[in-house]
């Protein structure tokens, strides 16, 4: 793939969002109830795949909040991705750079939280040098967190031991399938089905290479990530995929996305460059992108979820990104 090729790929994706006045009315008053004050403004988010509802509101008392509104009429899993967020982050040290969750609200269809609002902006895309490099700075403190005692978080591998089987799954389907699962990903997807069964091998090894005792954030891109105006402070927000697992995890999965949407650096040597790399053997790594890329994979076969109509497009274009890595440490 060349430059061309990677700027020429879509680098934004969304969910499909509400506005204030989609809200129910007591969601509404639920929310400024919550908050304190009336709301006056509202700037939604641009970027992520939630859907439902995701702004930074403005209040009659000055103060700016970050609320999120989900229920299942906009996709059935964004509840649940919601109350796991709320479990997350009550496991956050306070080192981590995440904007603190004030309230939250659940009457078991509408779940709400409302977070510090963070005044900042999302990395520049194509990734500019000086944005990554303060970002790569702030996973590699990341990983020397571990979550709060006490805390609720599922270890690593096991959640993830469903999502890592896709080329499993792979070599289960239908030769129809597989050939159309890779012609959505394109050259490095006819590489895959090349060398379905040693993925497969590698992919069996994934959830060991992902154990271990640190936080892990488990779904960086470009859109979870936020540089502070002004300043060269970034803040890592939506945690529900948060988890308890190797430290150099969360730098391998998102630097895929990196290359993906433009990066300054190919994975191989932004990885190789990065402290938490060090004693990360050539099998660990090697598995851990098999089970990524497989997930990815196959995921993007599936039909789209409610309310996310472009997620399998970038799901093809990350697996895409991880197998082209994944093929040079072969």
């Known amino acids: 793939m060349s430059a061309d090729d990677v700027i020429a790929l879509p680098l934004a994706f969304g969910g499909q969002r509400l506005d204030w006045r989609d809200l129910p009315r007591a969601v509404r008053d639920r929310i400024e109830t919550l908050a304190g004050a009336r709301?006056?403004?509202?700037?939604?988010?641009?970027?992520?795949?939630?859907?439902?509802?995701?702004?930074?509101?403005?209040?009659?008392?000055?103060?700016?909040?970050?609320?999120?509104?989900?229920?299942?009429?906009?996709?059935?899993?964004?509840?649940?991705?919601?109350?796991?967020?709320?479990?997350?982050?009550?496991?956050?040290?306070?080192?981590?750079?995440?904007?603190?969750?004030?309230?939250?609200?659940?009457?078991?269809?509408?779940?709400?939280?409302?977070?510090?609002?963070?005044?900042?902006?999302?990395?520049?895309?194509?990734?500019?040098?000086?944005?990554?490099?303060?970002?790569?700075?702030?996973?590699?403190?990341?990983?020397?967190?571990?979550?709060?005692?006490?805390?609720?978080?599922?270890?690593?591998?096991?959640?993830?031991?469903?999502?890592?089987?896709?080329?499993?799954?792979?070599?289960r389907a239908a030769p129809a399938e597989r050939e159309r699962v890779a012609t959505a990903i394109d050259e490095p997807g006819r590489w895959a089905v090349e060398h379905l069964d040693d993925l497969v091998r590698w992919e069996q090894d994934a959830l060991r290479a992902c154990a271990g005792d640190a936080l892990?954030?488990?779904?960086?891109?470009?859109?979870?990530?936020?540089?502070?105006?002004?300043?060269?402070?970034?803040?890592?927000?939506?945690?529900?995929?948060?988890?308890?697992g190797a430290p150099w995890l969360d730098l391998a999965f998102m630097l895929p996305s990196v290359a993906l949407q433009g990066g300054a650096g190919d994975p191989a040597w932004l990885f190789s460059q990065s402290a938490v790399a060090d004693g990360v053997s050539v099998d660990q790594l090697r598995a851990a992108l098999s089970g990524l890329a497989g997930y990815f994979a196959w995921s993007s076969g599936q039909p789209a979820p409610p309310g996310i109509p472009n997620l399998r497009a970038f799901q093809a274009a990350q697996a895409g990104a991880t197998l082209r890595w994944l093929r040079d440490i072969a």
């Open 216 to 244: 892990v954030h488990g779904d960086l891109r470009a859109d979870n990530v936020m540089i502070e105006d002004g300043h060269d402070r970034v803040w890592l927000i939506d945690w529900p995929h948060a988890s308890v």
């Open 39 to 171: 709301v006056t403004a509202e700037t939604s988010a641009t970027s992520g795949f939630s859907p439902g509802f995701c702004a930074v509101l403005e209040l009659t008392d000055g103060r700016a909040v970050f609320v999120k509104a989900v229920s299942p009429d906009q996709n059935p899993t964004s509840p649940q991705l919601a109350r796991a967020e709320i479990r997350a982050a009550a496991a956050l040290p306070s080192q981590v750079p995440a904007p603190p969750l004030r309230w939250w609200h659940d009457d078991g269809h509408w779940v709400i939280l409302g977070f510090d609002a963070v005044h900042g902006r999302s990395p520049e895309l194509p990734w500019r040098a000086d944005d990554l490099a303060l970002v790569l700075a702030a996973i590699d403190d990341l990983a020397h967190c571990e979550p709060t005692p006490g805390h609720a978080l599922p270890r690593t591998d096991d959640q993830l031991a469903e999502d890592f089987t896709g080329w499993r799954r792979m070599l």
